[in-house]
């Protein structure tokens, strides 16, 4: 859609430049000079603004990365340390830690709104069932081994809360109007110092191709539930299948997240 619209939107500020632009003032050779001045300017702009808008949706597709690991790691740590715990709140905490995994894996992939907010509720309630697991022990059995668990369930926690507020971490809408209006400026300038704009019209159309194809790409990197760049819970899905092995492949691949 960001694509389509931008497009079309771009194709036609093109036209007006040409077509409208040049019934109200004709060019002559300075005002060709001034223009040339201008529409440098103007697309130097846009290519930094460009330039800037890219790598602030990079960072923020590499922050969400980080945190799906770190997420993982989080998990498999609190899995082991629930063995510290009495025997029986430890297998309903690995239950439910197994339960909880599920909903993050579900978190990653591409749903619709109504099942995203069914997949937060239903991991806010396995947070909150986890918790009440850690804490009558926290409170009976105040030792240091027990504060370990309890530290690595809020680790759990926290994982989750972070990597939410990096989902809603988007590039702000003012960024996008001001990048589109200098893209609409800069498509005007282009048409309006086109010379042959009939004879190289499939040239001509190559430049909003471009911006188009650029804005596409930021927006879909900035997007991390839709579109076609994905963060993929690799380290999630592998801790998923590492639960279903021996005990000893769990500790091996939390070693190697660690590292």
Known sequence: MVFGVTFLIFVLSIWLGHWILNKFHTKDSETSVDLGIIQSATLTLLGLIIGFTFSMAIDRYDNRKVLEEAEANAISTEYLRADLLPSETAARTKDLLGQYLDQRILFYSKQAPEKAKEIRKKTGELQQALWNEVLPVAHNQATPIVALAVSGMNDVINSEGYTQAAWWNRIPQT??????????????????????FRKNLGLFLMFPFVISVSLFLIADIDSPRGGIIRIQPSNLLALQDSLKQPQHSLVTISNKTNN
Request: glycine share 10%; net charge positive; charged share 5%.
């Open 175 to 196: 960024a996008w109007v001001m990048l589109v209006a200098i893209a609409i400026c800069a498509n005007l300038l282009v048409g309006y110092g086109a010379r042959n």
